[in-house]
């Protein structure tokens, strides 16, 4: 029971990666609120999570839009008066509408950046008070491998990983003194459904290329392996690591 005691919410838990860190959190003891903008994953994560005994709430939100963000953590801390662990994981990917800069539309990239990037910023800023109240935290955000390396054509879905870098870096400088660790972990290959809709359906993918050329572990990564890297991090073994980028990859961007 790493988690006991502790209250989570965690972004885009209602399928992927914030679903098994959703489990895993409430497994290990925590109360975990899933904030998701599908009403019928978000519902059906929540169902499944309590039927296996934990603690779970749904909110369904848009993290792109200010006032609800605001609203779901006034509920969350009229619920519960406080907020041990904020895991920003929520983000899109929009495969063949995201482009190079060029051919890539405003309107692509203010919804990537809307989501990816402003979602990110009210989630931290609306859930910072109830942390530091108890000056008591741990952010955990969300990278990707074109966070650390250039991936062509998602430009959008680039600068929003680059940034989600940098903010973490001076998040975890200015808020370490005040009790809270904000580190971050950048995925690639992992199989979930975002996986599935931008490679998988793609008939120009070829899995098995890129298995044996693409991926040191020749294999690809499962949300129960980052949901573990998002408990070290939510838990008090992981509380000297402040500004860590942590990239879960396999070895995928040192190749
Ligand atoms: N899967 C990978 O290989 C991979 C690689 C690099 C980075 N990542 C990052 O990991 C995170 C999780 O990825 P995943 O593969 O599990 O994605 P996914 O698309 O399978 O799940 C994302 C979840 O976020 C929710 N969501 C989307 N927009 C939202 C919004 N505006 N407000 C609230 N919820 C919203 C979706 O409903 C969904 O439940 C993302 O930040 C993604 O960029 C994943």
């Known amino acids: 029971m790493r988690?006991?005691?502790?209250?989570?919410a965690i972004t885009g838990a209602g399928r992927g990666i914030g679903f098994a860190a959703?489990?895993?959190?409430?497994a290990e003891g925590a109360k975990v609120y899933l904030l998701d903008i599908d009403e019928k994953i978000g519902a059906?994560?929540?169902?499944s999570i309590i039927n296996d005994g934990g603690k779970v709430k749904f909110i369904q939100l848009d993290i792109s839009d200010r006032e609800a963000v605001k609203n779901a953590f006034s509920v969350i801390g009229e619920y519960d008066g406080k907020l041990e662990v904020l895991y920003n994981n929520a983000s899109v990917f929009?495969?063949?509408q995201d482009n190079i800069i060029s051919e890539l539309s405003p309107e692509i990239w203010d919804r990537i950046l809307g989501i990816n990037l402003n979602g990110l910023f009210y989630c931290c800023k609306y859930a910072l008070p109830l942390m530091l109240a108890n000056s008591n935290g741990s952010i955990i955000n969300t990278a990707s491998s074109a966070g650390v390396i250039g991936i062509p054509k998602c430009d959008a879905y680039t600068a929003t990983k680059g940034a989600t870098v940098s903010l973490t870096r001076s998040m975890a400088v200015e808020y370490g003194p005040m009790g809270i660790r904000v580190n971050c972990i950048a995925p690639a290959a992992i199989k979930t459904p975002m996986v599935k809709e931008s490679n998988l359906d793609?008939?120009?993918?070829?899995?098995?290329?890129?298995?044996q050329k693409g991926t040191p572990l020749r294999r690809w990564g499962y949300p129960d392996e980052i949901a573990r890297i998002a408990l070290f991090l939510a838990s008090e073994e992981s509380s000297y690591l402040n500004g860590a980028i942590i990239v879960a990859d396999g070895g995928i961007t040192i190749t």
């Open 3 to 8: 988690l006991e005691g502790k209250v989570a």
């Open 22 to 26: 959703a489990r895993l959190f409430a």
């Open 44 to 47: 059906e994560a929540e169902a």
């Open 94 to 96: 929009l495969g063949k």
């Open 202 to 211: 793609d008939p120009d993918f070829d899995e098995k290329v890129f298995l």
